[in-house]
């Protein structure tokens, strides 16, 4: 149907996300440990802020209709013992 979301495999979107993220290692940690990043998977497209709400925001002003990867910046074992290490969100 035309006009339709194309919503890709959770897993999918995961995983190019984790490729994205670990790509950009070099540039985020350790300086911005602790802070967010939301991942448009098909640009590459990222932006960093205090909270995962803030990135997307600011993401989301760039690609509307897109979905996002977002996760915590660092090891997130180090971050918080509450966090899972495989801990990210898909918006």
Do not use: C, W
Request: proline share 5%.
């Amino acid at each position: 149907m035309n006009g339709e979301l194309k919503v890709p495999q959770i897993e999918e979107l995961n995983k190019k996300g984790t490729e994205i993220y670990e790509s950009l290692k070099p540039k985020l940690e350790p300086e911005k440990n602790g802070l967010y990043i939301a991942i448009e998977i098909e640009s590459e497209d990222y932006e960093v802020a205090e909270t995962n709400e803030k990135a997307m925001i600011e993401l989301r002003k760039k690609h509307p209709d897109k979905l996002f990867f977002i996760r915590r910046i660092g090891e997130l074992s180090k971050i918080s013992l509450r966090i899972p290490d495989n801990y990210a969100r898909v918006f």
